[in-house]
């Protein structure tokens, strides 16, 4: 595997994120989520398997577009990304149009996928952290960005369930779909809904990170609710490879 995005989350307002494999550079807007491991996990597993080139592809939750541009650069034959925030829309263009990339950046939820189905590839870092309202966010600094790129619900699968869902219609025939996601969201939850919907799922890279701010603040509650053993303070991150044969 490559790392592509090196030491990504810093305290600036504007971080600029090197990839060695996928676009130039990105700028991440204030209040915009920074790419961090998980999205690093999602861009190798793509770049590793050689799906993108000459692909339609949908980068679904796109934040700053970084998967995205990863796709584009790969020689995807066209890439929509779809996001909800305005100013990660933003930042997102900025990023396509500063790298001469061929993204199209949709605002809205990433249901509007539907409206330009069907893709080849659809990758996917969707808000995933657990969440309920007696947790403590307190500590999360602000540099960790919006808590609506992170909060999930209280099991964590607001955006995963009904996008599992909804893979078989949005995939066309032979497509594949890349979604990353931490332990606590449940991965087998992920890998039994998208093979409900009749694709061949699995998990296909994993990783060991230390909690970064916002799991960190949550470590307490995840222990309180049952998710996390005393003590731990690491998380699983998984992506999830789902191909509709
Ligand atoms: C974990 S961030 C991932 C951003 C980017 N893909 C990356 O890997 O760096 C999740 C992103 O999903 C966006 N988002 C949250 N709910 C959404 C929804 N229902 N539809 C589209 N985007 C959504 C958030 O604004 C945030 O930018």
Redesign the pocket.
Known sequence: MTTVLPGVYTDDAFARTEASDGPAAISVADG?????E??AL?IDTLLDAGRAEGSRVA??????????LAAAAQGAASVAA????PR?VMCARANAAAAGANVRVHR????RAAEFAPFDVI??????VPFAEDADDRQIPRAA??D???NAGRDGRQ?LDPLCESAPDLLAAGGTMFI?HSEFADADRTVGGLRAGGLHAEVVAEQWIPFGPVLTARAHWLERVGLLEAGRREERLVVVRADRV
């Open positions: 915009v989520y920074r790419p961090q998980d999205s999602l980068d679904l939750c796109s934040g700053s577009g970084v998967v995205a779809f996001e909800r925030s990660a809205g939820s990433w249901t990758t996917c870092n969707p808000p995933y960005g919006p609506t790129a992170w955006v990353v």
